[in-house]
Nanobody
Framework: QVQLVESGGGLVQAGGPLRLSCATS????????VGWFRQAPGKDRDFVAT????????SYADSVKGRFTISRDNAKNTVYLQMNSLKPEDTAIYYC???????????????WGQGTQVTVSS
């Protein structure tokens, strides 16, 4: 069973940073691509960023390029999302998810965490 657990969410002022972590089960880390997604109230779940199993490939949504950075430490079975220059529109529940290959399609991810709330105040 593949498990993912997000942490690091919270309340932050606009312009500030926040780092999210996604702890993966041993079988996931190092074998799966991991993506970050977010869902604001009343909206669909949107792609944010994804990283390949070895960290060699990354991809970002246009709305976060230059502000967010995805990375992973397979020795710690953890994927990170460093978020800088946060905006109120970044407010959402952030989820990490895993699948075998890198990609931005929400529907193709097999395993999901429970989510962590990020709130950016203006």
């Amino acid at each position: 069973q593949v498990q993912l657990v997000e942490s690091g969410g919270g309340l932050v002022q606009a312009g500030g940073p926040l780092r999210l972590s996604c702890a993966t089960s041993r079988r996931t880390g190092g074998r799966h691509a991991v993506g970050w997604f977010r869902q604001a109230p009343g909206k669909d779940r949107d792609f944010v960023a994804t990283i390949s199993w070895n960290g060699g490939l990354t991809s970002y949504a246009d709305s976060v390029k230059g502000r967010f950075t995805i990375s992973r430490d397979n020795a710690k079975n953890t994927v990170y999302l460093q978020m800088n220059s946060l905006k109120p529109e970044d407010t959402a529940i952030y989820y990490c998810a895993a699948k075998l290959t890198i990609g931005a399609d929400t529907t193709r991810y097999e395993y999901w965490g429970q989510g962590t709330q990020v709130t950016v105040s203006s």
